[in-house]
């Protein structure tokens, strides 16, 4: 059993980094404010989840397994929540869109 929980949580830190990787490429490599915070609050969030979902596997106390279980109901509760008021935060004062994007949604004359 001791195994077998040992391959899940190297298993899910292993993906747990490579989402935190992806999210660290969108932030260097997306065009815009808008997308990069997508890349950051999505991919990073998912990173930091399973990563913390790894530890809550391998910790053999309960007050680890808790706090790491409250850490993932945090940043799930927060990270898409945040995301969003720094983005209408932003276009508010005036970052626009890259030209690259098709919609623009917040516009008024959409």
């Given at each position: 059993?001791?195994?077998?929980?040992?391959?899940?949580?190297?298993?899910?830190?292993?993906?747990?980094?490579?989402?935190?990787?992806?999210a660290a490429i969108g932030l260097l490599r997306l065009p815009?404010?808008?997308?990069?915070?997508?890349?950051?609050?999505k991919a990073g969030t998912m990173?930091?989840?399973?990563?913390?979902?790894?530890?809550?596997?391998?910790?053999?106390?309960?007050?680890?397994?808790?706090?790491?279980?409250?850490?993932?109901?945090?940043?799930?509760?927060?990270?898409?929540?945040?995301?969003?008021?720094?983005?209408?935060?932003?276009?508010?004062?005036?970052?626009?869109?890259?030209?690259?994007?098709?919609?623009?949604?917040?516009?008024?004359?959409?």
């Open positions: 059993m001791n195994d077998i929980a040992t391959l899940i949580s190297a298993a899910l830190l292993v993906i747990g980094s490579i989402f935190a990787l992806i815009d404010l808008y997308t990069r915070m997508h890349a950051a609050s990173g930091s989840c399973l990563m913390l979902i790894a530890l809550a596997i391998h910790a053999s106390d309960v007050g680890t397994v808790s706090r790491a279980l409250a850490g993932v109901v945090f940043f799930l509760l927060t990270a898409p929540v945040s995301a969003h008021l720094l983005a209408k935060a932003a276009y508010s004062v005036g970052y626009r869109l890259h030209s690259s994007s098709v919609r623009d949604e917040m516009s008024p004359d959409s």
